[in-house]
């Protein structure tokens, strides 16, 4: 619970924090449930912010331009989106926004 409730408090103060365990997740799957877990005590600002920083991730041009192996997705890509949609999931988090970024993305044939 005290780690879960001093992100709450990190959430709110600064982004970094965010990016900086979204790029842990990425590189490292088996972080996911942890983290996933570890967000219950986040207030409803918190995951709109977690949502907005998950944006940003997808966004940046050195993940863009990431090639894929074999047909399959970048390892990247397969982590973040194991992370969304575990938080998705568990945690009433409002789609809109992300849903948007993809239909956009799809829409310009971007990626």
């Given at each position: 619970m005290y780690i879960g409730s001093s992100l709450?408090?990190?959430?709110?103060?600064?982004s970094f924090v965010i990016f900086q365990i979204l790029n842990q997740i990425i590189m490292f799957d088996?972080?996911?449930?942890?983290?996933?877990?570890?967000?219950?005590?986040?207030?409803?600002?918190?995951?709109?912010?977690?949502?907005?920083?998950?944006i940003e991730v997808l966004m940046q041009p050195n993940r863009v331009n990431s090639k894929q192996t074999n047909g399959m997705a970048a390892s990247w890509l397969v982590n973040l989106?194991?992370?969304?949609g575990s938080i998705y999931k568990k945690y009433n988090i409002e789609l809109v926004?992300?849903?948007?970024?993809?239909?956009?993305?799809?829409?310009?044939?971007?990626?």
């Open positions: 709450n408090e990190w959430f709110i103060t600064t088996n972080l996911i449930m942890l983290v996933v877990e570890s967000l219950k005590y986040l207030t409803g600002l918190s995951y709109d912010f977690l949502a907005y920083c998950i989106s194991v992370f969304c926004g992300i849903l948007q970024y993809v239909c956009n993305q799809m829409k310009s044939h971007k990626r």
